[in-house]
């Protein structure tokens, strides 16, 4: 997910009727070709949703702004957070071609879109397009994605890189994602990097700083804390946890880079985010992220659909927002090839 990610060295669904017996489970390219039905977009309910999250972000940052109270313009940040989650899907599905294809006004909202998340279109590219090519492979992965070491590989690095492994999948670097994953590995890092290619990533964080003191000279610095960085505080730690989730949890199942598979890593290396209808709404859908990474394709809007319909989809391995769980996702370290599970800090020690 972070560009700064990419510059480690470290690279050294509710429950549904079991299928009949006489069918056989399809995996490989015949899974891939069963999902395709469900890889077709509406269009008009495409726009429709989008206008609905944006009218309602736009709405709320207006209330923000005229709200007598603190406590209503706290209580309307977190609200745009959670609709920012939400935004942030639609701009990930346009990236994936699975929503809005040749569409130059979409193509205007989600660049803007990207400017308002840290996201610049070339960095979220390049390194999201690679994660899913490279989900789960224990060497290589890094880039795009929280990284994850066997525990040979860990027993190998110097003590130095331990740190920086350690820093990288501490639960304090995820939650403050908005200055670690984003400020720093989504726009700094990526434009150090390739600074002609990537030059939108400190345009973005100028365009941050500018609404911010507009914002603060205009109506009050509390007013401007509560229209432009908190929100993305929340929201982008948010999604940093939801995606350190999706690729860190207890039943994850990894293989070696000979033996990995694109289906298993989709359906294995990728866990069902249970929770409710209404954060299901507000996250888009990205909790069915074994579906997602087995197509694409699908709009986040058809992703239940598609697990309901395929029976292969529907045993995950999974995680929720309770804090057991949540605990349990940030206590996993590294992998152990031998037990087939990921070991805990207090195991390593």
Same mark, same amino acid.
């Not at 005229?66 to 745009?80: C, E, R």
């Given at each position: 997910?972070?560009?700064?990610?990419?510059?480690?060295?470290?690279?050294?669904?509710?429950?549904?009727?079991?299928?009949?017996?006489?069918?056989?489970?399809?995996?490989?390219?015949?899974?891939?070709?069963?999902?395709?039905?469900?890889?077709?977009?509406?269009?008009?309910?495409?726009?429709?949703?989008?206008?609905?999250?944006? !009218?309602?972000?736009?709405?709320?940052?207006?209330?923000?702004?005229?709200?007598?109270?603190?406590? !209503?313009?706290?209580?309307? *940040?977190?609200?745009?957070?959670?609709?920012?989650?939400?935004?942030?899907?639609?701009?990930?599905?346009?990236?994936?071609?699975?929503?809005?294809?040749?569409?130059?006004?979409?193509?205007?909202?989600?660049?803007?879109?990207?400017?308002?998340?840290?996201?610049?279109?070339?960095?979220?590219?390049?390194?999201?397009?690679?994660?899913?090519?490279?989900?789960?492979?224990?060497?290589?992965?890094?880039?795009?994605? /929280?990284?994850?070491?066997?525990?040979?590989?860990?027993?190998?690095?110097?003590?130095? &890189?331990?740190?920086?492994?350690?820093?990288?999948?501490?639960?304090?670097?995820? /939650?403050?994602?908005?200055?670690?994953? /984003?400020?720093?590995?989504?726009?700094?890092?990526?434009?150090?990097?390739?600074? &002609?290619?990537?030059?939108?990533?400190?345009?973005?964080?100028?365009?941050?700083?500018?609404? /911010?003191?507009?914002?603060?000279?205009?109506?009050?610095?509390?007013?401007?804390?509560?229209?432009?960085?908190?929100?993305?505080?929340?929201?982008?730690?948010?999604?940093?946890?939801?995606?350190?989730?999706?690729?860190?949890?207890?039943?994850?199942?990894?293989?070696?880079?000979?033996?990995?598979?694109?289906?298993?890593?989709?359906?294995?290396?990728?866990?069902?985010? &249970?929770?409710?209808?209404?954060?299901?709404?507000?996250?888009?859908?990205?909790?069915?992220?074994?579906?997602?990474?087995?197509?694409?394709?699908?709009?986040?809007?058809?992703?239940?659909?598609?697990?309901? *319909?395929?029976?292969?989809?529907?045993?995950?391995?999974?995680?929720?927002?309770?804090?057991?769980?949540?605990?349990?996702?940030?206590?996993?370290?590294?992998?152990?090839?031998?037990?087939?599970?990921?070991?805990?800090?207090?195991?390593?020690?």
């Amino acid at each position: 997910m972070s560009a700064a990610l990419s510059e480690t060295s470290f690279d050294a669904a509710p429950p549904a009727p079991a299928p009949a017996p006489q069918q056989a489970m399809r995996t490989g390219a015949d899974l891939n070709v069963a999902t395709k039905p469900y890889a077709v977009e509406d269009r008009a309910k495409s726009w429709r949703l989008l206008t609905e999250v944006l !009218v309602l972000i736009v709405g709320s940052l207006v209330g923000i702004a005229v709200a007598p109270w603190w406590p !209503v313009q706290l209580g309307l *940040a977190v609200f745009v957070a959670l609709l920012n989650v939400r935004l942030f899907i639609f701009f990930h599905d346009y990236l994936h071609s699975a929503i809005f294809v040749d569409s130059k006004a979409a193509g205007v909202i989600f660049s803007v879109t990207g400017f308002y998340m840290l996201s610049v279109r070339s960095v979220w590219r390049e390194t999201h397009n690679y994660h899913h090519k490279n989900n789960a492979k224990l060497i290589g992965s890094a880039i795009g994605s /929280f990284p994850v070491l066997t525990i040979g590989m860990w027993r190998s690095i110097d003590p130095g &890189k331990r740190r920086l492994y350690r820093i990288l999948r501490h639960p304090l670097t995820i /939650f403050f994602g908005y200055f670690t994953v /984003f400020l720093i590995g989504m726009t700094i890092s990526p434009f150090r990097r390739d600074a &002609k290619k990537h030059w939108g990533g400190p345009v973005a964080m100028l365009v941050h700083f500018a609404l /911010f003191v507009l914002a603060g000279v205009t109506l009050g610095w509390l007013t401007a804390f509560f229209l432009v960085p908190l929100p993305l505080i929340i929201s982008l730690g948010a999604g940093s946890y939801l995606f350190f989730a999706q690729h860190n949890f207890p039943d994850i199942k990894l293989r070696d880079r000979r033996a990995w598979d694109y289906t298993f890593a989709a359906l294995n290396s990728s866990s069902y985010f &249970k929770m409710s209808k209404l954060m299901h709404w507000f996250t888009g859908n990205i909790g069915y992220h074994h579906v997602h990474h087995l197509n694409h394709r699908i709009p986040f809007y058809r992703l239940p659909e598609a697990m309901a *319909a395929l029976p292969e989809l529907q045993s995950p391995g999974t995680t929720t927002w309770r804090l057991k769980d949540v605990v349990a996702n940030l206590q996993l370290a590294v992998w152990d090839p031998e037990q087939g599970r990921m070991l805990t800090w207090s195991e390593v020690r």
